[in-house]
């Protein structure tokens, strides 16, 4: 059996739903990473499929929002999703390196922002109780896609400085 399969099944098994969206946002980067190499190899087929998978992922990342529970923020990561399959399509019709490594970078920032919200949901230790009452509304929420606070939601693509 392939052990990095293996690892990801025991990664997936009883996983916070915080940690399945970050698993999910690690396999939409490793795609794209996957399809940097076969683009710059001049693989067509290759980086078509690399993207492809990713587009499927953040595809399941979108279907997956709570808009009423989520409000504000399902809404602006269902924007920010739209925003990254668009750049796909469009860096996969150029033919574009650098398209593909600015939508890894928005991925990258987005993934950081849930890993930010893992930590702070893990219980507090004594060093950093005060960063865990900094974050405390982000804990008291019920929906892990609406976790994020107003400073961790993604920025529209136009300020972004990938």
């Given at each position: ?33 996957a ?64 398209a ?41 929420s ?21």
């Amino acid at each position: 059996m392939n052990a990095r399969l293996s690892y990801r099944e025991a990664a997936v098994e009883g996983a916070s739903p915080v940690r399945l969206v970050i698993l999910l946002y690690e396999q939409a980067a490793e795609d794209l990473r996957a399809a940097l190499g076969a683009h710059q190899r001049g693989d067509i087929e290759g980086r078509t499929r690399h993207i492809n998978h990713a587009i499927l992922v953040i595809g399941y990342l979108q279907a997956s929002l709570d808009k009423e529970r989520g409000g504000r923020v399902a809404v602006n990561l269902e924007r920010f999703y739209d925003q990254v399959r668009s750049g796909l399509v469009e860096a996969q019709f150029k033919q574009s390196g650098a398209a593909l490594e600015q939508q890894i970078s928005h991925l990258m920032q987005v993934h950081e922002a849930w890993c930010e919200v893992e930590r702070a949901s893990r219980p507090a230790q004594p060093e950093t109780s005060t960063a865990t009452q900094t974050l405390s509304p982000l804990r008291s929420s019920s929906s892990s896609k609406s976790k994020f606070n107003e400073e961790q939601k993604p920025r529209p693509s136009s300020e972004w400085n990938a």
